[in-house]
């Protein structure tokens, strides 16, 4: 039967209906694949921007997603979930000392206040503002250290001697961005290679890729959607009715896992002399090696080697018998973790870093053997 002029005419208004929604579903993409893609310049030169761009200004929108399947470990939730996670981040950055940082989740928002004078947080699910006080020698990672600018800042200062290569450019959050390439030369990190992509003009990294050893696929990614290279007005947060306000010590790493604090550290550890970093000259924590072949000690109570370990033993961990004492070690490609035990000084350490396994047992082996009168 010959459909009707009728209904000839209905079909046709409906192809068109559905060919303009195609277009409209369409267009994001296809604009952002139209849109132009950064020229291949000189890698050494747009690394030295990046490492030149903290004064650089910019605000947006970035999302990092990463794909580590980290144990939970004793009070270390909020830092596990930002390498195994997809972590939402608004920024309005004006410089290093004055920025926010909104961590956007399901179960709340939680803001960052860095000023000239001081630092606060904001958390939306507890309606609390507070007020940091000090500056803590050892900080863990937060959600705006995954930031491009500063991931992609933390990254080449760590390995600054690095070899560098160009890579074909891309557009991000509308930056002509151009890229380069990142090998570690050290044969002991589980690091295979470091992708950055930045403004060729300012130097404001907008995309990072980092990939460990022997694999293909990133295993953290971190890039802006919106981003506007403009200052923005940062300025302290104030308590709205009904919000409550403290005022607090800022948190480190000797009071989330309890580091003792007082317990010496060796200068070397498995030949890698302690960093010069936010770790170095901490007792009780210390951060050892260069580049990206670095790792982290930190003396803890046996209390929490205990829950570490047992964490770590339902992620498939295995338990080695030292000279003088044990070690359970899981190696999370590209991250390796040990929680050393010693029947000598009958101390406790946390064991995490960028190295091969056998590294990070040569460094259990040498602190089991520790005696409390110190290295």
Do not use: C
Not at 14 to 43: F, I, K, T
Not at 98 to 121: F, K, M, N, Q, S
Not at 155 to 184: E, M, Q, T, Y
Not at 306 to 334: D, F, M, Y
């Amino acid at each position: 039967m010959t459909p009707s002029p009728v209904r000839w005419e209905r079909r046709r208004r409906w192809a068109v209906v559905a060919a303009v929604a195609a277009v409209l579903v369409s267009a994001p993409s296809v604009v952002a694949a139209l849109a132009p893609a950064g020229a291949v310049g000189d890698p050494a030169r747009l690394r030295d921007l990046v490492l030149g761009s903290a004064g650089r200004p910019y605000q947006g929108y970035a999302e990092s997603a990463g794909s580590l399947a980290l144990p939970e470990l004793p009070n270390l939730a909020a830092v596990t979930a930002l390498f195994s996670m997809r972590t939402p981040m608004r920024v309005w950055y004006a410089g290093p000392d004055r920025y926010r940082v909104d961590i956007l989740g399901t179960a709340g928002e939680h803001d960052v206040y860095r000023l000239p004078d001081g630092e606060y947080t904001w958390d939306y699910g507890d309606n609390t503002l507070t007020e940091l006080i000090g500056d803590p020698g050892v900080r863990l990672p937060r959600g705006g250290d995954l930031l491009p600018p500063e991931l992609a800042r933390r990254i080449l200062r760590a390995a600054h001697g690095d070899p560098v290569s160009a890579l074909p450019g891309r557009n991000v959050a509308g930056v002509a961005a151009s890229g380069f390439r990142l090998v570690p030369a050290d044969p002991d990190t589980t690091i295979g290679r470091v992708d950055v992509w930045a403004d060729p003009a300012t130097g404001v990294a907008v995309r990072v890729e980092l990939t460990a050893r022997g694999q293909d696929s990133p295993i953290l990614v971190t890039e802006f959607q919106q981003l506007e290279q403009t200052a923005p007005v940062v300025q302290a947060p104030r308590p709205v009715l009904g919000s409550g306000f403290t005022v607090a010590s800022a948190p480190d790493v000797t009071d989330t896992l309890g580091a003792y604090s007082q317990v010496p550290l060796p200068a070397r550890l498995a030949g890698r002399a302690v960093a010069s970093s936010d770790f170095g000259g901490v007792q009780g924590a210390a951060l050892y090696g260069s580049g990206l072949a670095s790792f982290a000690v930190i003396a803890v109570p046996r209390t929490v080697a205990n829950a570490a370990s047992e964490a770590a033993g339902k992620a498939g961990a295995v338990q080695v018998r030292l000279a003088a004492g044990n070690v359970v070690q899981l190696s999370i490609t590209p991250l390796s973790l040990g929680i050393v035990r010693s029947s000598v000084s009958r101390r406790s350490y946390l064991l995490a870093g960028t190295v091969t396994p056998a590294v990070l047992k040569s460094v259990a082996d040498e602190l089991s053997r520790l005696r409390r009168s110190g290295p």
